[in-house]
């Protein structure tokens, strides 16, 4: 993992950090020039819902997730092509850049946004556009413990596993127990990064994120929906565009 000049003290301020290094954030080598930071939602384990019994479901990240023990060696194991080598938030920024993956419709919506918006001095060719644009950006996800299955959004996720769970699971992980202890982590994580890296602006591409942070930064949000949904209206390339003129200005 490439250690950036912020990675010690993300670590100091939030023990998560220090337990799970893979969550710290990427953080462009231009970052500190437009100072963005482009908060998503979550990494997505592989696991099929309908074709899997659940081997890392809710009892699993309950016992686990949280345990200073804890590696990822066990989930790199069994799903090695979505856990990104063990660095999974800098990693989802280097694959999509290197071009090995090429199903993050999100960066592409940001790549065509910020050539149309001749971002920043110099406009790249298509052929590098990649590697070009996450170096002005950092990017973290929101919500620190995986989606459950891979194509699931991570309350629908969490939704899923909880009807598999048997009724003696269900009592002994209750939901509203695990669910609070997802989201409070999640919120002092984005917290601390917003701390520690002072965005001028908070990008953020999850409407489950936007609506479940309460912190004190909200102020720095800007809210644009993935492309994801765009079959159902929502999102409007132009409507990113308009967001990333804001955080330019």
């Not at 004190?216 to 800007?222: A, E, G, I, N």
Request: aromatic content about 16%.
């Amino acid at each position: 993992m490439k250690e950036t000049k912020y990675d010690k003290e993300l670590m100091e301020k939030d023990p998560l950090f220090a337990i799970h290094k893979f969550s710290l954030p990427h953080i462009g080598e231009e970052y500190e020039k437009f100072r963005i930071l482009h908060v998503g939602e979550s990494n997505y384990l592989g696991q099929d819902a309908e074709t899997e019994s659940d081997q890392f479901g809710i009892p699993f990240f309950a016992e686990k997730w949280w345990n200073t023990e804890y590696t990822m060696e066990e989930l790199m194991r069994v799903y090695p092509e979505t856990c990104w080598d063990g660095d999974w938030t800098r990693n989802v920024i280097k694959e999509f850049g290197t071009g090995l993956s090429d199903f993050f419709d999100i960066y592409k919506a940001m790549g065509t946004a910020l050539l149309k918006l001749k971002f920043p001095e110099v406009e790249p060719s298509e052929k590098n556009i990649r590697e070009y644009y996450y170096k002005y950006f950092a990017f973290t996800d929101y919500y620190k413990m995986p989606s459950l299955y891979k194509g699931k959004a991570f309350n629908i996720s969490l939704n899923v596993g909880r009807k598999k769970l048997s009724e003696e699971e269900n009592k002994k992980y209750p939901s509203r127990e695990f669910n609070r202890n997802n989201k409070a982590q999640a919120q002092l994580a984005l917290d601390t990064v917003i701390e520690v890296l002072d965005p001028k602006v908070v990008l953020v591409t999850s409407s489950l994120a936007m609506h479940a942070y309460q912190g004190k930064y909200k102020d720095r949000f800007l809210h644009v929906h993935h492309p994801s949904s765009r079959r159902f209206g929502y999102f409007k390339q132009e409507d990113l565009e308009n967001e990333l003129k804001k955080a330019l200005q």
